[in-house]
């Protein structure tokens, strides 16, 4: 994603993403507030403007940091995993924020914070592999070391997540569970609700490659210092 | 002193040993060294044990609580066990700085790791059956399905040992690795030990096996992808 392998500062496309993604932001919750409230939910329905597009990001920054992994495994270019790093610590953000959300619908809708659904366990494990991605490259002082290590961990923790949802379809094919489907929910929404959303969807996209240039600026100016 | 692995080589033949001749003799050698160490499966074995009675005991004297709780219990006990057992994977080639030796053997690299993992597999079964039987006695675990709950321990076993060796070898050279070890594999296998438990309660139940095919399905797609991802993965992290 970034060009010159020790930019000085960020180019002129992050700050356009960047740029963007800040000044559609309000755009974004406007629509999401105006948007119509739901039959059975209400106005609680509007969390979800902020929990998909966050949950989304969250996987979707694993998978980059996939992605730069295996790149780096194959070419050894230390930007490749200062990509890989800047985006798991983003989508760890983001997956953070989807975990608080949800948890948030969750109190009034099913009367508990948390409950041991297999969405929410898989999600929270993910969230804890990823913990352990920062503590393994924190335990390493030799720098291609803890590159070649956490792209390791990169790339199996990234298993994890097709994996786990398997593991809740076949679950729900054993066990009776109280959760939503989010995915025909989906398809049943109403035109209005589902552009704000995707409206949304787009927004956070715009941020998130923004914050991942800007994040990979920052961690090649580190590696600078380190050297120097 | 070591048995090298030359030594165990044909004499006079002076043919290099084939991949999966390779995979065997190391794991054999393996098995020598810990078998003939003792001390370190003694610890295991001791620490298994000590686990499972304070669990017993926690959970109280009733039949009932201790049943049901058998299939966590048992998983969580060998996960935690085979923790410590994955550590000495690499523990002894790190010590005696035979590592380097090992990596050095001209070829492809998968064997080493293939090799780590039939010796883990060969410590873990064993110990796995006497789990087994242990948890039959301690916490009233129905055992007549002998077989189907065979095949949950070989399938749930391989899943974790698969991750447990390659972070083992990732991790053999670095200070910390007793602690960080555990916290990286346990949030990976978590599906492994979920399957397991489900499995397990489902047989114990008395469930249809057609019911519990599904989850032995999930641990054979786990068991499938992250063998093969790691000893891909093992030669390019373990190079250089």
């Known amino acids: ?228 | 002193m070591r048995p090298s692995l030359r030594a165990a080589q044909a004499p006079g033949k002076g043919v290099a040993l084939t991949g999966l001749r390779r995979v065997l003799v190391l794991a054999l050698r393996d098995l020598r060294l810990e078998v003939r160490d003792r001390a370190g499966l003694l610890s295991v074995l001791a620490f298994f044990t000590v686990m499972l009675f304070i669990m017993a005991l926690a959970l109280g004297p009733e039949e009932g609580p201790l049943r049901r709780a058998a299939p966590g219990v048992l998983w969580v006990a060998l996960a935690f066990a085979s923790t410590l057992l994955s550590t000495r994977a690499f523990a002894l080639e790190v010590e005696d700085a035979t590592l380097d030796d090992l990596l050095l053997t001209p070829g492809s690299k998968e064997w080493i790791y293939l090799g780590k993992l039939l010796f883990q597999m060969l410590l873990l079964l064993p110990l796995g059956l006497l789990a087994l039987f242990m948890a039959g006695g301690l916490f009233y675990l129905p055992l007549e399905r002998g077989l189907p709950l065979g095949l949950t321990l070989a399938l749930g076993m391989l899943g974790y040992a698969s991750v447990a060796t390659f972070y083992a070898g990732l991790l053999a050279r670095l200070r910390g690795r007793e602690v960080l070890l555990p916290l990286l594999l346990f949030s990976l296998v978590v599906p492994v030990v979920l399957a397991a438990v489900r499995a397990t309660t489902g047989l114990v139940e008395g469930l249809p096996l057609e019911e519990v095919a599904s989850w032995w399905q999930l641990l054979l797609v786990f068991d499938v992808v992250y063998l093969t991802a790691s000893a891909l993965l093992f030669p390019v992290v373990m190079e250089g």
Request: proline fraction near 5%.
């Open chain 1, 1 to 228: 994603m970034l060009k010159a392998a020790n930019p000085d500062r960020p180019d002129l496309l992050t700050w356009a993403f960047l740029g963007l993604g800040l000044l559609l932001l309000p755009a974004g919750l406007y629509v999401a507030l105006a948007a119509p409230p739901d039959v059975n939910q209400g106005y609680l329905v509007r969390i979800m403007y902020l929990h998909v597009p966050t949950a989304w990001l969250g996987y979707l920054a694993f998978f980059v940091t996939f992605l730069y992994s295996v790149l780096y495994l194959f070419r050894q270019d230390p930007r490749h995993d200062r990509m890989a790093l800047a985006s798991a610590e983003i989508g760890l953000v983001f997956m953070g924020l989807a975990l608080v959300t949800g948890m948030l619908w969750a109190r009034p809708t099913w009367g508990v914070y948390w409950t041991w659904e297999p969405r929410l366990t898989t999600t929270a494990i993910l969230f804890a592999v990823y913990v352990g991605y920062f503590l393994l490259r924190g335990a390493i002082e030799d720098p291609e070391l803890r590159a070649k290590a956490a792209a390791a961990v990169g790339i199996l923790g990234f298993l994890n997540v097709p994996i786990s949802y398997m593991s809740v379809k076949w679950w729900r094919s054993l066990h009776q569970t109280q959760s939503i489907d989010l995915t025909t929910g989906r398809i049943e929404m109403e035109p209005a609700m589902l552009q704000a959303l995707l409206f949304n969807l787009l927004v956070f996209t715009l941020l998130y490659v923004g914050f991942v240039r800007f994040r990979g600026f920052l961690a090649a100016w580190e590696a600078r210092k380190e050297e120097a």
